[in-house]
Every structure is written in C-alpha cells, then in structure tokens.
C-alpha cells in the first residue's frame, strides 16, 4: 500500500470519527470548502450546509464501518478515489436508519493537506 493509500485511509478515519462524534471543528479541517456531499437518498449538500445540519442535530451518526476500501490515485499526484462499502446507523431529521451504501470519496491535496472535495453514496439494495 502506497504512502498516500495510508495517509487517505487514516484521513477518512479521523472523518468518521469526527462525524460520529459531531467534531465540527475536526470536519471543518477535513471537507473541501468546495464540498459536494451527495446523500444515500439523492440529497446534495455543500459544505455549509452539512456542518449546519450536524450542528443543529439533523443528522446524527451513531456508528459508522467500512469495508472493501481501495484507494486509487489519479494522475499529477493530488487527487485520489476512495471506493468501498459503508454501513451506518444514523438518525436524519429524528428518523433512525441503517445505511448499507457504496461510497466514492473523492480525496484532493490542497497546500500539502489532504480534504473531502466529494462523497457519493448509492444504497445496496436488500436482499
């Protein structure tokens, strides 16, 4: 596994546990200002208003598990793709719900720090 593949797992880490833990403070250092959060039922989100739904209670993250992660790395060094799967228990709007989704993260190097710059989710179907 490259350098990069650890530094971008451990970012998304320190992002799930920042969202379980409602850190905004921490996801503020780790979104993109230009942040495009697309939810599991179509929902886009910018950055602003992610953090102000987390910060007013809307969304609420429980647990949060990935599997299959990959990482891949594009051209010139300062993007790379995180694909996997990703089950959670959140509660959205005082609606609890299990997520069981593939994710594309899209992961960018700005000023020597890598950020979320993108996250798209399609939930599984059930079997």
């Known amino acids: 596994m490259s350098d990069i593949s650890q530094i971008i797992l451990g970012q998304e880490e320190l992002r799930c546990a920042a969202m379980r833990n409602a850190d905004l403070a921490a996801l503020e250092n780790i979104l993109d200002p230009d942040l495009y959060f697309c939810h599991a039922n179509g929902a886009i989100d910018d950055k602003s208003i992610y953090l102000g739904k987390m910060a007013q209670g809307n969304i609420i993250y429980r647990s949060i598990k990935w599997s299959e992660q990959k990482v891949a790395l594009l051209p010139g060094d300062t993007t790379a793709l995180l694909t996997g799967r990703m089950t959670s228990e959140v509660s959205v709007s ?12 899209v992961w960018i190097n700005v000023g020597g720090q890598w950020r979320l710059r993108g996250f798209q989710t399609t939930p599984l179907p059930k079997v």
């Not at 005082?94 to 993260?105: A, F, I, S, Y």
């Open 94 to 105: 005082g609606v609890e719900k299990l997520l069981d989704n593939r994710v594309v993260g």
